[in-house]
């Protein structure tokens, strides 16, 4: 009896270091909304099917009713509602335009090639003539496609997160630090934070054309705009988390602190940053979120090129296929800001986890 | 279903590529059908033939367009007729800007909404067949301006912009029928001093959703934002500015005059591919505009439905519902000498500015030849063409080789009043309603004269 415990089978073993896994995998998958596929691994791995399929139920088949429910009552009830472009499109003709997004894409990449070709061709040509002075090597400018577009709004979105976290840690830092920094830009904060983009976008739209002359070709001048807007807007969150994060450390640390007359960096980079990380990233977490919701408008309003400019693009087009198309860039803003959320969410996991060890 | 291929029309007979200053462009325009020549010489390869990489570029409105024009951000736009001469003069944003190329004739048209036409349609003539007889005179309308303006309720219209083809078109179509469409001063410059009609500015694509929610009750437009009207059963177009002024000038292709200056050889060969295009657009008695016409719908272009746009492009206007008629020169680009760049058009404009006080003081006659002269470039024009005859990529006749610039004058006006651009206060002083000579707008009176 005592022997079977202290002599265990291997292959129990194994098993048990196999669920331990699963374990430590599953913190991982709830994380990045794949929790789902835990109650399977413990199926293949040989656990009791009864139990884990009630598990299926709660985390894959409830959602995916709930998605197909809502898929059912949109085909159902878009049709009935009539506008000037037709009817509203159902999840069939959203799917149609989204392939035809694609194949344009495909298109375009195509006529790509072929001016290359023919830019080649010329070159060829001159270089026989002995006019290789005259050679030249031009981009293609055609449209940019629905892909081209989601690249340009992550590039935006990504400076201007970017910039607004350089600007806002710092600056949340000392206001955490020093009661006198934050007497000062609190009420700052508090006027700016509730501005909505679409007033700061004329103001940005003439500081940056005024300031910003000779734009590079991979910063053009309207994607400044837009990552400058997102800025000013996805600011705010990561500041006052920050400040709060520092503000909140305990006490007893602060005072070993000062027992060791640690200098400002040390302490900032050995005590404060440790322990208010966790805060910091919702903060992050929140800025991403107000920034990627703002940079659509702000694409919008400016005509800076991105999935803000499609849609409103399209809206302008009036043609019959307009509303489908823009559901397809509704749906796919939507995920793509559920896609960013999770990402943040797994890094602010991963500090909090190793905060509290 | 390869879209757009290359139809490689280069002419092995290309005489010394021009030595371009700049080759790489970027041109804006507004989502309307007469962007055609750029759409055309940028998927037809005309552009890539002269040495020209062009990225085509839809702007939000006409302000934005020419703002950028301005900066410098766009090298060259498809701009209104009126723009480059307001610009030129200081109304709105003050800039020099010029044009070597004039885009198209016609184009345009006039929509009311359903409720109006109803009771417009009590006072417009039947012909033999039970259809309103055209063209549709203001004075059909002047009734229902009356009764909006008894019941209190404003009678609002839209149309594109202040300097626009629209704004004019729609003036003198209103005057014409003695409706008072306002006038401008250099302190209120809302064009709706005196007014009968109030007429702002709304963008043309959303001229159909403003229409619907009730904002507006009629407008002004190009295409294809009038046929889009009678499409979704939101509104009746009742005149085409064909109707209101045959063969009028509609938009030009402008730019900067420091951009001609700097790269003179870039702004030519931009002049020829655009001539090109013009060509093809008009060439066999219209041939290519079916294939114009799916280019044009395509969404980075105009992007509206084919059906649409085909409509105005291939010679059919509808009014109401089922009411369509032929108009074969609803969308001129090339016949006529519709691309070249006459200084008599400029001046029409300039009279018109006058007319509604959006130049406030009189002008003499000379100024107006030598404002034409100034943003009016038929010479660059002239050398393009030259160039294109002797590459054998057109034909000499298609040119007005030898004309002083200036259109004989014409009566062919709604009214019949007749403008002959050589003297402009005459014409100014012979319309009925409007400014007549040395005469001022000050608050809300018409002083002196």
Same mark, same amino acid.
């Given at each position: 009896m005592t022997q079977a415990i202290t002599v265990a089978d291997p292959r129990l073993a194994r098993r048990e270091r196999l669920f331990q896994r699963i374990n430590r995998a599953a913190g991982w998958l709830n994380v990045l909304g794949l929790g789902w596929v835990t109650p399977i691994l413990r199926i293949a791995a040989g656990d009791n099917v009864a139990e884990q399929m009630s598990e299926i139920r709660k985390a894959l088949l409830v959602p995916l009713a709930g998605i197909l429910f809502f898929l059912a009552l949109w085909a159902v009830l878009a049709p009935k509602v009539q506008t000037s472009l037709g009817a509203i499109p159902g999840p069939t003709a959203v799917l149609a335009q989204a392939n035809v997004l694609l194949k344009d894409h495909i298109a375009e990449r195509r006529k790509a090639d072929a001016f290359y070709a023919r830019q080649d061709e010329r070159n060829a040509k001159l270089v026989a003539e002995g006019k290789s002075g005259q050679v030249k090597h031009r981009i293609f400018t055609g449209k940019p496609t629905y892909l081209d577009q989601i690249a340009t709004s992550l590039l935006t979105v990504g400076l201007g997160f970017a910039i607004a976290t350089l600007v806002a840690v710092p600056l949340g830092i000392a206001s955490g630090l020093s009661k006198t920094i934050n007497g000062a830009i609190n009420p700052l904060i508090q006027i700016f934070k509730p501005v909505s983009p679409l007033a700061w976008l004329p103001i940005v739209t003439m500081v940056v054309s005024a300031l910003y002359v000779n734009p590079s070709d991979l910063l053009p001048k309207s994607l400044v705009i837009s990552a400058v807007t997102v800025t000013l807007c996805s600011l705010w969150p990561t500041l006052i988390n920050t400040a709060l994060g520092v503000a909140s450390i305990d006490k007893d640390l602060v005072n070993v602190g000062k027992v060791l007359q640690l200098s400002t960096a040390t302490t900032i980079r050995k005590l404060v940053l440790p322990s208010a990380l966790p805060l910091i990233f919702t903060g992050l977490r929140l800025s991403l979120g107000v920034g990627w919701m703002v940079l659509i408008a702000a694409e919008m309003l400016?005509?800076?090129?991105g999935l803000g400019k499609f849609v409103w693009d399209e809206f302008q087009n009036g043609s019959s296929d307009s509303l489908a198309r823009i559901i397809v860039a509704v749906l796919t803003i939507g995920i793509i800001g559920f896609i960013l959320d999770r990402v943040m969410y797994a890094l602010q996991s991963a500090f909090t986890f190793s905060s509290n060890r | 279903m390869v879209a757009g291929l290359y139809s490689g029309t280069a002419s092995v007979a290309a005489a010394e590529m021009l030595e371009l200053e700049k080759d790489e462009l970027k041109l804006g325009f507004i989502k309307l059908t007469d962007m055609a020549p750029l759409a055309i010489a940028y998927e037809k390869g005309f552009f890539e033939d002269e040495g020209l990489f062009v990225t085509l570029e839809p702007q939000a409105n006409w302000k934005v367009l020419l703002d950028r024009v301005i900066t410098g951000e766009l090298d060259g736009a498809h701009m209104l007729a009126g723009q480059p001469l307001a610009a030129t003069i200081g109304f709105g944003t003050k800039a020099h800007i010029v044009t070597p190329f004039s885009m198209d004739l016609n184009g345009n048209g006039i929509t009311v909404s359903n409720d109006v036409w109803a009771m417009m349609k009590e006072h417009i003539p039947l012909g033999d067949d039970g259809k309103p007889v055209?063209?549709?005179?203001?004075d059909a309308l002047k009734p229902v301006v009356d009764q909006f303006k008894a019941e209190g309720k404003p009678f609002n219209l839209g149309m594109v912009f202040p300097v626009s083809t629209h704004n004019y078109e729609l003036r003198y179509w209103l005057a014409s029928g003695d409706i008072h469409p306002g006038f401008y001063s250099p302190e209120n410059v809302s064009g709706q001093i005196k007014a009968d009609a109030l007429l702002s500015v709304t963008p043309p694509p959303q001229m159909p959703a403003t229409l619907e929610a009730g904002t507006i009750v009629g407008y002004c437009v190009g295409e294809p934002w009038n046929q889009a009207a009678v499409f979704k059963g939101i509104g009746v177009p009742v005149i085409t500015d064909y109707e209101i002024w045959k063969n009028n000038p509609e938009k030009v292709f402008g730019l900067t005059k420091e951009f001609t200056e700097k790269y003179p050889n870039t702004t030519l060969a931009l002049t020829k591919a655009l001539i090109r295009a013009a060509e093809w657009l008009d060439e066999n008695n219209n041939a290519n505009r079916a294939e114009a016409v799916e280019i044009l719908s395509r969404s980075e272009y105009v992007g509206a439905d084919a059906e649409v746009i085909a409509n105005s492009m291939t010679g059919t206007f509808e009014y109401e519902k089922g009411d369509k008629r032929d108009v074969?020169?609803? !969308?001129?680009?090339?016949?006529?000498?519709?691309t070249y760049p006459y200084y008599s058009d400029a001046i029409w404009y300039l009279t018109q500015m006058r007319r509604w006080g959006q130049i406030a003081e009189h002008k003499d006659d000379a100024w107006y030849a030598e404002t034409a002269k100034s943003v009016y470039l038929p010479d660059v024009y002239m050398k393009a063409a030259e160039m294109l005859v002797e590459e054998g !990529?057109?034909?000499?006749?298609d040119f007005p080789f030898g004309t002083d610039g200036y259109k004989a004058p014409t009566s062919d006006f709604i009214d019949g009043i007749t403008f002959d651009a050589k003297a402009p206060n005459a014409y100014i002083d012979s319309l009925k309603i409007g400014l007549k000579s040395g005469q001022t707008v000050s608050g809300s009176e018409v002083v002196g004269g």
């Amino acid at each position: 009896m005592t022997q079977a415990i202290t002599v265990a089978d291997p292959r129990l073993a194994r098993r048990e270091r196999l669920f331990q896994r699963i374990n430590r995998a599953a913190g991982w998958l709830n994380v990045l909304g794949l929790g789902w596929v835990t109650p399977i691994l413990r199926i293949a791995a040989g656990d009791n099917v009864a139990e884990q399929m009630s598990e299926i139920r709660k985390a894959l088949l409830v959602p995916l009713a709930g998605i197909l429910f809502f898929l059912a009552l949109w085909a159902v009830l878009a049709p009935k509602v009539q506008t000037s472009l037709g009817a509203i499109p159902g999840p069939t003709a959203v799917l149609a335009q989204a392939n035809v997004l694609l194949k344009d894409h495909i298109a375009e990449r195509r006529k790509a090639d072929a001016f290359y070709a023919r830019q080649d061709e010329r070159n060829a040509k001159l270089v026989a003539e002995g006019k290789s002075g005259q050679v030249k090597h031009r981009i293609f400018t055609g449209k940019p496609t629905y892909l081209d577009q989601i690249a340009t709004s992550l590039l935006t979105v990504g400076l201007g997160f970017a910039i607004a976290t350089l600007v806002a840690v710092p600056l949340g830092i000392a206001s955490g630090l020093s009661k006198t920094i934050n007497g000062a830009i609190n009420p700052l904060i508090q006027i700016f934070k509730p501005v909505s983009p679409l007033a700061w976008l004329p103001i940005v739209t003439m500081v940056v054309s005024a300031l910003y002359v000779n734009p590079s070709d991979l910063l053009p001048k309207s994607l400044v705009i837009s990552a400058v807007t997102v800025t000013l807007c996805s600011l705010w969150p990561t500041l006052i988390n920050t400040a709060l994060g520092v503000a909140s450390i305990d006490k007893d640390l602060v005072n070993v602190g000062k027992v060791l007359q640690l200098s400002t960096a040390t302490t900032i980079r050995k005590l404060v940053l440790p322990s208010a990380l966790p805060l910091i990233f919702t903060g992050l977490r929140l800025s991403l979120g107000v920034g990627w919701m703002v940079l659509i408008a702000a694409e919008m309003l400016a005509q800076n090129p991105g999935l803000g400019k499609f849609v409103w693009d399209e809206f302008q087009n009036g043609s019959s296929d307009s509303l489908a198309r823009i559901i397809v860039a509704v749906l796919t803003i939507g995920i793509i800001g559920f896609i960013l959320d999770r990402v943040m969410y797994a890094l602010q996991s991963a500090f909090t986890f190793s905060s509290n060890r | 279903m390869v879209a757009g291929l290359y139809s490689g029309t280069a002419s092995v007979a290309a005489a010394e590529m021009l030595e371009l200053e700049k080759d790489e462009l970027k041109l804006g325009f507004i989502k309307l059908t007469d962007m055609a020549p750029l759409a055309i010489a940028y998927e037809k390869g005309f552009f890539e033939d002269e040495g020209l990489f062009v990225t085509l570029e839809p702007q939000a409105n006409w302000k934005v367009l020419l703002d950028r024009v301005i900066t410098g951000e766009l090298d060259g736009a498809h701009m209104l007729a009126g723009q480059p001469l307001a610009a030129t003069i200081g109304f709105g944003t003050k800039a020099h800007i010029v044009t070597p190329f004039s885009m198209d004739l016609n184009g345009n048209g006039i929509t009311v909404s359903n409720d109006v036409w109803a009771m417009m349609k009590e006072h417009i003539p039947l012909g033999d067949d039970g259809k309103p007889v055209h063209p549709i005179k203001a004075d059909a309308l002047k009734p229902v301006v009356d009764q909006f303006k008894a019941e209190g309720k404003p009678f609002n219209l839209g149309m594109v912009f202040p300097v626009s083809t629209h704004n004019y078109e729609l003036r003198y179509w209103l005057a014409s029928g003695d409706i008072h469409p306002g006038f401008y001063s250099p302190e209120n410059v809302s064009g709706q001093i005196k007014a009968d009609a109030l007429l702002s500015v709304t963008p043309p694509p959303q001229m159909p959703a403003t229409l619907e929610a009730g904002t507006i009750v009629g407008y002004c437009v190009g295409e294809p934002w009038n046929q889009a009207a009678v499409f979704k059963g939101i509104g009746v177009p009742v005149i085409t500015d064909y109707e209101i002024w045959k063969n009028n000038p509609e938009k030009v292709f402008g730019l900067t005059k420091e951009f001609t200056e700097k790269y003179p050889n870039t702004t030519l060969a931009l002049t020829k591919a655009l001539i090109r295009a013009a060509e093809w657009l008009d060439e066999n008695n219209n041939a290519n505009r079916a294939e114009a016409v799916e280019i044009l719908s395509r969404s980075e272009y105009v992007g509206a439905d084919a059906e649409v746009i085909a409509n105005s492009m291939t010679g059919t206007f509808e009014y109401e519902k089922g009411d369509k008629r032929d108009v074969p020169d609803f !969308n001129v680009f090339f016949r006529h000498y519709a691309t070249y760049p006459y200084y008599s058009d400029a001046i029409w404009y300039l009279t018109q500015m006058r007319r509604w006080g959006q130049i406030a003081e009189h002008k003499d006659d000379a100024w107006y030849a030598e404002t034409a002269k100034s943003v009016y470039l038929p010479d660059v024009y002239m050398k393009a063409a030259e160039m294109l005859v002797e590459e054998g !990529n057109a034909d000499k006749a298609d040119f007005p080789f030898g004309t002083d610039g200036y259109k004989a004058p014409t009566s062919d006006f709604i009214d019949g009043i007749t403008f002959d651009a050589k003297a402009p206060n005459a014409y100014i002083d012979s319309l009925k309603i409007g400014l007549k000579s040395g005469q001022t707008v000050s608050g809300s009176e018409v002083v002196g004269g």
